[in-house]
């Protein structure tokens, strides 16, 4: 059964109709994409299972910046020479874990300001006042964390 239509009004009215069920049908599966999204990222692990987790997400993190920060990667390669320094010099045990845990903070730091700097570009990359003080208070929290550092091994070594 074929039904033809004679008005131009009701050829606009069959346009509005095919209009309203696509877009009606377009946001039903966009909020079902959504949905699906947001059930399938809580995952709440508890007891050994968690610990398994957490060493795999601390190896993956550890791993991309090894891999994608050129200062981290340079604070990696200084940390490294240093630490066996600090645990070969002729200093006491407690004076070599300080200087190794004064090494340790300032890749803490590094941490913490990549941290921020990948939130911050992933708001948005255009450019921002706010953006670009938490990104300088970020990189400031390295520059003193590296200066704390030289202080303790300066005074450890040679005061």
């Known amino acids: ?7 131009s009004t009701s ?3 069959v346009i509005k109709n095919v209009i309203k069920n696509v877009t009606k049908n377009v946001t039903k599966n966009a909020t ?12 709440k692990r508890h007891g050994i299972m ?5 060493c795999k997400h601390t190896f993956n993190g550890l791993k991309w910046m090894c891999r994608n920060e050129a200062a981290f990667q340079q604070e990696i390669l ?3 020479p240093l630490t066996v320094f600090a645990c070969m010099a002729n200093i006491s045990a407690p004076q070599s ?10 890749l803490f730091a590094e941490l913490v300001n990549t941290a921020i ?29 590296m200066l704390m550092a030289a202080i303790v091994w300066w005074v450890i070594l040679w005061a």
């Open 1 to 7: 059964m074929t039904t033809s239509v004679s008005s």
């Open 32 to 43: 079902k994409s959504v949905t699906a999204k947001q059930t399938r990222v809580v995952v």
């Open 50 to 54: 968690r610990l398994l987790y957490t």
């Open 117 to 145: 700097e990948v939130v911050v570009d992933r708001i948005g990359l255009e450019f921002d006042t706010l953006s670009g003080l938490a990104k300088d208070i970020a990189s400031a929290f390295v520059f003193l964390s």
């Open 97 to 106: 874990a300080i200087l190794v845990l004064a090494l340790l903070f300032v």
């Open 78 to 80: 200084l940390f490294i």
């Open 11 to 13: 050829d606009g009215n």
